[in-house]
């Protein structure tokens, strides 16, 4: 099948099960294999070698008819079997399932756990762009549309590109804005490896003064089918500035212009997190009226339960340590 067809069967499929997403895995280093499973479901899978324990990565996958509980097993059995050949530890997946009783029942039904961390967001908010532009202003947090209307006040510019030279000024900005805010920005090989696999499906969006001075940067993965705001990186000047809301309100524009159907702001904390890393970002993002969507968490198919086990330990305190 090709990532048309996918998309037009599944149509909650995003950018991680993608080509592009497995060539800038192999750009990295990466072993990427592909299963199609006859013509009845799509996976994308990327083998991670880590100190702990080398593992089999399906974000955002499989894509397969959950409902189908034949086919599903079939599915795991073949992923199994891949994941026994490549000698690892474990599977991760993090499917496209709303989180739901329903749905956490058919992944234990396949002998899958609970995973310690997080894989791709498992909340996040959707906006959909098929609504007219004063549909999606009128559907914003009044706050969020002055905020919008502020920034076109002071003169506030976005622009966007996919030059190397504003990739690696993305990256510095990112990496100042991970020590003020204690996260991990992906290092330059790999900001490198996706402008180069995604082509002219990436864009770097920055929101500048009238003077010329950056606000705020954002990385957007797009297609037809789906915008993601992937990544993200802001200057002090953000603290006093509508930057990000300029920003986000011009690739709003930009996707709806060039056809595409939704804008996943991809990731903020879950329900009753005051302490969780996105917190801050929680409010900003709920601001711009989309719906907010719950997947199920990360799931492990164990492989080698005393490999399994060691990995559990330290991704477990990790967890912690990160406020994830």
Known sequence: MTWTDIIKKYPEANFLQSPEYGKMNELLGYKVIVEDFGGKGWAQMIVRDAKRGRYLEIPCGPLIDWDDKKLAKKVFVIINGIA??????????????MANRKNLQVLADLGLKKSPMHLAAEHTVMIDLTKTEDELLANMRRQTRYEVRRADKLGIKVEKGRSEALFKEFHKVQAETAKRQNFFPPDLKTLMAEREAFGENIDIYVARTKEGEAVAYGLIIHDKHEGDYYEAASTMLNRKLPGAYALLWRAMRDLKADGCKRFNLWGIAPAGQPNHRYAGVTTFKTGFGG?????????????????YLKDYIVETARKKRRHL
């Open 84 to 97: 026994r050949r490549e000698k690892c530890v474990f599977v991760r997946i993090r499917p496209q399932l």
């Open 291 to 307: 719906e907010v969507v719950e997947y199920v968490p990360a799931h492990d198919l164990v492989i080698s339960r005393v490999g």
